[in-house]
């Protein structure tokens, strides 16, 4: 090659990599999907357990639902206290866990309610890993 | 001017003008998530900012791996969480941070299987462990008490505080199981099939959902034929 154009390709080659830089872009995730906004997420989660339960159309156990739902948003409560519509059948289930001291343990539950809490369990757990697939392709993504 | 020498003297232009551009890079502020990138997806999953937490409840149902923990506002008598997983898995229970007081009465225990209204799933006939050997209670020994696998991909635990403050974490983690045998369904739809590799054993699959069942594709291994009667 002649040296003429050698040169000029050498040149040209050293000058374009002495780009000048711009301000970057900060990396800052948005405000919701850091750990910080932990309300936004529980008012999620609870419209998430109402969108849950309000597929069952059982007309005799709709007061039976609200109760559930009310129990199962807050944190600590004692179930067995929060069930009104079938508190003989509650009692009853209660007594007879209080008197058994060994096994057989028992919870003396419907499989109304159990189907519910299999739905509401199913939910969190399609919505932890949507949060863990969305992590982990934004780090593969980068 | 000849082609090579005019495409390099155009080159050259070309990479003067570029001095004028703006480059743009994202500003990484953590400089570690550089070296993150680089951990397998299993430690990922182990590192403490993917491990799902959130309180138990005294009457819960958990299906997600994750680490929960419950603390007693007050004394509660009677509580349960059912544990249910994929039909091909299995779960392995793991107590931490136990603050009970077992010589008050207080218990925990983890149960190889779902117990409602006093039955038992799987059934006495179908599991392969007698009754008291489903049972860990983490009383009678807290060191080999603290863990616990299930044989199929449904687990319980039960237990009882009498004090405020007091309580425990667990920490659960599904196990891939090949060959299931005794099986509850999470869903009232579906299609499941179930393989015995040269293996005698009772197994059960079961739904708590009123449903429609059919059976095909059946496969018997010493069977005459594989035709189901119709009159069964």
Redesign the interface.
């Known amino acids: ?2 040296p ?3 040169l ?2 050498l ?3 050293l ?2 990599s ?5 301000a ?5 995730l948005p405000g919701w999907l850091d750990g910080s906004s932990r309300l936004q997420m529980q008012r999620l989660e609870e419209s998430l357990l109402r969108a849950a339960l309000a597929g069952e159309n059982t007309a005799s156990s709709d007061l039976l639902d609200e109760n559930i739902l009310r ?2 948003e807050s ?6 206290y929060l069930l009104p519509a079938k508190e003989g059948e509650v009692r009853a289930a ?1 007594h007879l ?2 008197r058994s ?1 060994d ?7 419907t ?1 109304h309610l ?2 519910n ?2 739905q ?3 939910v ?2 399609q919505r ?1 890993q949507a949060l ?1 697939n969305r ?2 392709l934004d ?2 993504g ?1 | 001017m000849s082609v ?2 005019r ?3 155009l ?2 232009l ?3 003008s ?13 400089a570690a ?1 550089g070296l ?2 680089l951990l397998s ?1 299993d430690q ?2 182990d590192s403490e ?2 491990i ?1 937490r959130r ?1 138990l ?8 791996d ?1 680490s929960y923990t419950f ?4 004394p ?3 509580c ?1 969480a ?1 544990i ?1 997983a994929e039909p091909s898995e299995v779960i392995s229970l793991e107590l931490s941070d136990v603050n009970i007081d077992c010589s008050a ?1 207080d218990f925990i ?1 983890m ?1 190889d299987g779902w ?4 039955e038992k799933f799987p059934s006495k006939q179908d599991h392969e462990l007698p009754l008291h050997q489903r ?1 860990t209670d983490y009383c009678s020994s807290p060191a080999t008490g603290a863990t616990s696998r299930s044989s199929q991909n449904v687990a319980m635990i ?1 237990f009882r505080l009498h004090s405020a403050d007091s309580g425990f974490t667990l920490a659960i983690k599904k196990l891939h199981n090949p060959f299931p045998c005794n099986i509850m369904s ?2 009232p739809e579906g299609s499941f099939t179930m393989v015995l590799p040269h293996q005698r054993k009772n197994c059960s699959f079961s739904i ?2 009123p449903v429609e069942i059919r059976l095909t594709d059946l496969s018997l291994g010493h069977a005459k034929s594989n035709e189901l009667s119709p009159r069964v």
Do not use: W
């Open positions: 090659m002649k003429v154009p050698l000029l390709l040149s040209s080659v000058l374009s002495h780009l000048r830089p711009a970057g872009r900060p990396r800052v129990f199962l944190r600590n409560p004692d179930p067995l209660v866990l209080k001291e096994p057989p343990l028992s919870i003396d539950l499989f159990l189907r809490m299999i509401i369990a199913k969190e757990n932890e863990l992590n982990l780090e593969v980068k | 090579a020498p495409t390099h003297f080159l050259f070309i990479s003067l570029s001095r004028m551009g703006l480059s743009r890079y994202i500003e990484d502020i953590e998530d993150y990138s997806l990922k999953r900012d993917f799902f309180p409840r005294c009457l819960d149902m958990l299906a997600t994750g603390v007693a506002s007050r509660q008598l009677a349960a059912f249910i009465g225990k149960f117990v409602l209204k006093g049972y039960f999470q869903s708590i959902y």
